[in-house]
Protein backbone atom coordinates (compact mmCIF):
# COMPACT_ATOMS: atom_id res chain seq x y z
CA UNK A 1 0.00 0.00 0.00
CA UNK A 2 1.40 3.35 -0.04
CA UNK A 3 3.21 4.85 2.25
CA UNK A 4 5.37 7.47 3.14
CA UNK A 5 8.90 8.03 5.31
CA UNK A 6 10.26 11.37 6.33
CA UNK A 7 13.49 11.87 8.54
CA UNK A 8 12.98 11.31 12.15
CA UNK A 9 13.30 14.54 14.51
CA UNK A 10 13.66 16.39 16.69
CA UNK A 11 15.54 18.94 14.61
CA UNK A 12 17.37 22.07 15.78
CA UNK A 13 18.45 25.15 14.74
CA UNK A 14 19.27 28.42 14.65
CA UNK A 15 17.95 31.49 13.17
CA UNK A 16 18.80 31.88 9.58
CA UNK A 17 20.27 27.95 9.51
CA UNK A 18 19.48 25.71 5.68
CA UNK A 19 16.55 23.58 6.62
CA UNK A 20 16.01 19.92 4.90
CA UNK A 21 13.49 17.21 5.47
CA UNK A 22 13.81 14.51 3.53
CA UNK A 23 10.57 12.61 2.29
CA UNK A 24 9.98 9.49 0.16
CA UNK A 25 7.44 7.73 -0.48
CA UNK A 26 5.97 4.63 -2.32
CA UNK A 27 2.85 4.71 -3.77
CA UNK A 28 1.24 2.95 -7.21
CA UNK A 29 0.78 5.54 -10.10
CA UNK A 30 1.19 9.09 -9.56
CA UNK A 31 0.01 10.40 -6.54
CA UNK A 32 -0.26 14.05 -5.29
CA UNK A 33 2.31 14.92 -2.57
CA UNK A 34 2.03 17.58 0.52
CA UNK A 35 3.39 18.85 3.29
CA UNK A 36 1.76 19.60 6.16
CA UNK A 37 2.26 21.82 9.06
CA UNK A 38 1.29 21.94 12.80
CA UNK A 39 1.96 24.75 14.52
CA UNK A 40 2.46 24.37 18.40
CA UNK A 41 -1.53 24.42 19.94
CA UNK A 42 -2.80 24.76 16.34
CA UNK A 43 -4.77 22.60 13.75
CA UNK A 44 -2.70 20.97 10.86
CA UNK A 45 -2.31 23.37 7.65
CA UNK A 46 -1.50 22.83 4.30
CA UNK A 47 2.16 24.09 3.93
CA UNK A 48 2.68 23.16 -0.08
CA UNK A 49 1.28 20.72 -2.73
CA UNK A 50 2.43 19.22 -5.82
CA UNK A 51 0.52 17.00 -8.27
CA UNK A 52 2.81 15.58 -10.83
CA UNK A 53 6.42 14.79 -11.19
CA UNK A 54 8.86 17.50 -11.44
CA UNK A 55 6.20 20.08 -10.16
CA UNK A 56 7.39 22.76 -7.58
CA UNK A 57 5.46 23.40 -4.52
CA UNK A 58 6.50 26.38 -2.51
CA UNK A 59 4.87 28.65 0.47
CA UNK A 60 6.43 31.16 2.92
CA UNK A 61 9.92 30.19 1.49
CA UNK A 62 9.49 26.82 1.65
CA UNK A 63 10.23 24.73 -1.40
CA UNK A 64 9.90 20.77 -2.21
CA UNK A 65 10.03 19.39 -5.84
CA UNK A 66 8.09 16.22 -6.86
CA UNK A 67 11.04 13.76 -8.22
CA UNK A 68 9.29 11.24 -9.70
CA UNK A 69 12.92 9.12 -10.45
CA UNK A 70 14.17 9.12 -6.70
CA UNK A 71 10.09 9.12 -5.23
CA UNK A 72 11.12 11.90 -3.20
CA UNK A 73 9.62 15.06 -2.02
CA UNK A 74 12.04 16.88 0.15
CA UNK A 75 11.08 19.79 1.93
CA UNK A 76 13.59 23.10 2.04
CA UNK A 77 14.18 26.82 3.35
CA UNK A 78 17.40 28.31 3.13
CA UNK A 79 16.97 30.67 5.99
CA UNK A 80 14.69 29.82 8.80
CA UNK A 81 13.26 31.98 11.52
CA UNK A 82 12.27 31.14 14.99
CA UNK A 83 8.32 31.30 13.25
CA UNK A 84 9.10 28.27 11.70
CA UNK A 85 9.27 25.84 14.82
CA UNK A 86 6.69 23.50 14.23
CA UNK A 87 5.93 19.85 13.24
CA UNK A 88 6.25 18.98 9.28
CA UNK A 89 4.52 16.38 7.75
CA UNK A 90 4.95 14.84 4.68
CA UNK A 91 1.91 13.20 2.92
CA UNK A 92 0.31 11.93 -0.06
CA UNK A 93 -2.76 11.31 -2.08
CA UNK A 94 -3.29 8.48 -4.57
CA UNK A 95 -6.76 9.86 -5.91
CA UNK A 96 -7.39 6.21 -6.96
CA UNK A 97 -11.51 5.80 -7.98
CA UNK A 98 -12.25 8.95 -5.83
CA UNK A 99 -10.05 7.89 -2.94
CA UNK A 100 -8.29 11.06 -1.46
CA UNK A 101 -7.03 10.04 2.17
CA UNK A 102 -3.99 11.05 2.84
CA UNK A 103 -1.13 9.01 4.28
CA UNK A 104 1.17 10.52 6.22
CA UNK A 105 4.85 10.45 7.36
CA UNK A 106 5.81 10.40 10.70
CA UNK A 107 6.22 14.21 11.49
CA UNK A 108 9.55 15.77 11.96
CA UNK A 109 9.54 18.32 14.72
CA UNK A 110 11.77 21.45 13.98
CA UNK A 111 12.89 23.91 17.06
CA UNK A 112 14.18 26.91 15.86
CA UNK A 113 16.41 28.77 18.16
CA UNK A 114 16.91 32.88 18.46
CA UNK B 1 -15.94 32.07 6.36
CA UNK B 2 -16.68 29.51 9.27
CA UNK B 3 -13.57 26.38 8.98
CA UNK B 4 -13.72 23.04 10.64
CA UNK B 5 -15.00 22.66 14.00
CA UNK B 6 -14.97 19.91 16.52
CA UNK B 7 -16.12 19.32 19.68
CA UNK B 8 -15.61 18.53 22.19
CA UNK B 9 -12.08 20.00 22.19
CA UNK B 10 -10.76 17.36 25.54
CA UNK B 11 -12.44 14.27 26.32
CA UNK B 12 -11.63 12.86 29.48
CA UNK B 13 -13.32 8.96 29.81
CA UNK B 14 -13.40 5.65 31.74
CA UNK B 15 -12.20 2.25 30.10
CA UNK B 16 -15.28 0.59 29.13
CA UNK B 17 -17.72 3.59 28.59
CA UNK B 18 -18.64 4.80 24.84
CA UNK B 19 -17.06 8.12 23.51
CA UNK B 20 -19.26 10.29 20.68
CA UNK B 21 -16.95 12.79 18.48
CA UNK B 22 -18.76 15.63 16.85
CA UNK B 23 -17.17 16.77 13.23
CA UNK B 24 -18.89 20.30 11.44
CA UNK B 25 -17.13 20.66 8.11
CA UNK B 26 -16.96 23.55 5.61
CA UNK B 27 -20.18 24.12 4.37
CA UNK B 28 -20.12 22.82 0.62
CA UNK B 29 -17.36 20.24 1.39
CA UNK B 30 -18.17 17.12 -0.16
CA UNK B 31 -15.67 14.76 1.48
CA UNK B 32 -15.06 14.31 4.96
CA UNK B 33 -12.22 12.15 6.60
CA UNK B 34 -11.74 11.29 10.12
CA UNK B 35 -7.88 10.75 11.44
CA UNK B 36 -6.09 9.88 14.67
CA UNK B 37 -3.02 11.27 15.66
CA UNK B 38 -0.85 9.48 18.62
CA UNK B 39 2.34 9.27 19.61
CA UNK B 40 2.87 5.50 18.53
CA UNK B 41 1.27 5.75 15.46
CA UNK B 42 1.61 8.89 14.29
CA UNK B 43 -0.99 10.04 11.75
CA UNK B 44 -3.54 7.63 10.58
CA UNK B 45 -6.90 7.48 8.07
CA UNK B 46 -9.48 6.01 9.97
CA UNK B 47 -12.85 6.38 7.47
CA UNK B 48 -13.79 8.73 4.53
CA UNK B 49 -16.95 10.33 3.38
CA UNK B 50 -17.41 11.15 -0.45
CA UNK B 51 -20.73 12.49 -1.20
CA UNK B 52 -23.72 9.95 -1.20
CA UNK B 53 -21.20 7.08 -1.58
CA UNK B 54 -20.93 4.54 0.96
CA UNK B 55 -17.59 5.26 3.32
CA UNK B 56 -14.45 4.07 3.67
CA UNK B 57 -14.10 2.11 6.59
CA UNK B 58 -10.71 0.96 5.94
CA UNK B 59 -8.96 2.51 8.41
CA UNK B 60 -11.01 1.82 11.52
CA UNK B 61 -9.06 -0.33 14.40
CA UNK B 62 -11.67 -2.12 15.27
CA UNK B 63 -15.62 -3.26 15.05
CA UNK B 64 -15.57 -0.56 18.48
CA UNK B 65 -15.26 2.03 16.34
CA UNK B 66 -18.56 3.86 13.71
CA UNK B 67 -18.95 6.74 12.32
CA UNK B 68 -21.82 8.30 10.37
CA UNK B 69 -22.34 11.52 8.54
CA UNK B 70 -26.02 13.15 8.57
CA UNK B 71 -27.25 14.84 5.61
CA UNK B 72 -23.95 15.54 4.01
CA UNK B 73 -22.68 17.51 6.63
CA UNK B 74 -21.97 17.03 10.23
CA UNK B 75 -20.49 13.83 11.23
CA UNK B 76 -20.01 11.97 14.51
CA UNK B 77 -16.88 9.54 15.46
CA UNK B 78 -18.21 6.84 17.88
CA UNK B 79 -16.26 4.76 19.89
CA UNK B 80 -17.60 1.93 22.01
CA UNK B 81 -16.25 0.23 25.23
CA UNK B 82 -13.20 2.44 24.85
CA UNK B 83 -10.02 1.28 25.52
CA UNK B 84 -6.79 2.99 26.81
CA UNK B 85 -4.67 2.68 23.46
CA UNK B 86 -7.61 4.93 21.97
CA UNK B 87 -6.14 7.54 23.79
CA UNK B 88 -5.18 10.24 21.14
CA UNK B 89 -6.57 13.29 19.00
CA UNK B 90 -8.91 12.68 16.63
CA UNK B 91 -8.80 14.99 13.67
CA UNK B 92 -11.63 15.82 11.19
CA UNK B 93 -11.01 17.28 7.68
CA UNK B 94 -12.97 18.50 4.66
CA UNK B 95 -12.60 18.79 1.18
CA UNK B 96 -14.49 19.63 -2.05
CA UNK B 97 -13.85 16.63 -4.14
CA UNK B 98 -9.91 16.31 -4.70
CA UNK B 99 -9.14 19.47 -3.47
CA UNK B 100 -6.84 21.21 -0.24
CA UNK B 101 -8.01 19.12 2.73
CA UNK B 102 -8.89 21.46 5.63
CA UNK B 103 -8.50 20.39 9.76
CA UNK B 104 -10.06 20.77 12.58
CA UNK B 105 -8.40 21.95 16.01
CA UNK B 106 -8.72 18.11 16.87
CA UNK B 107 -10.04 16.60 19.97
CA UNK B 108 -7.76 15.09 22.51
CA UNK B 109 -9.37 11.72 24.01
CA UNK B 110 -8.03 10.26 27.25
CA UNK B 111 -8.83 7.06 28.56
CA UNK B 112 -8.19 6.66 32.37
Known amino acids: GDSVTQMEGPVTLSEEAFLTINCTYTATGYPSLFWYVQYPGEGLQLLLK?????DKGSNKGFEATYRKETTSFHLEKGSVQVSDSAVYFCALSSFRSNDYKLSFGAGTTVTVRA | GAGVSQSPSNKVTEKGKDVELRCDPI?????LYWYRQSLGQGLEFLIY????????KSGLPSDRFSAERTGGSVSTLTIQRTQQEDSAVYLC??????????FGPGTRLTVL
Open chain 2, 93 to 102: ASSLGREEQF
Open chain 2, 49 to 56: FQGNSAPD
Open chain 1, 50 to 54: ATKAD
Open chain 2, 27 to 31: SGHTA
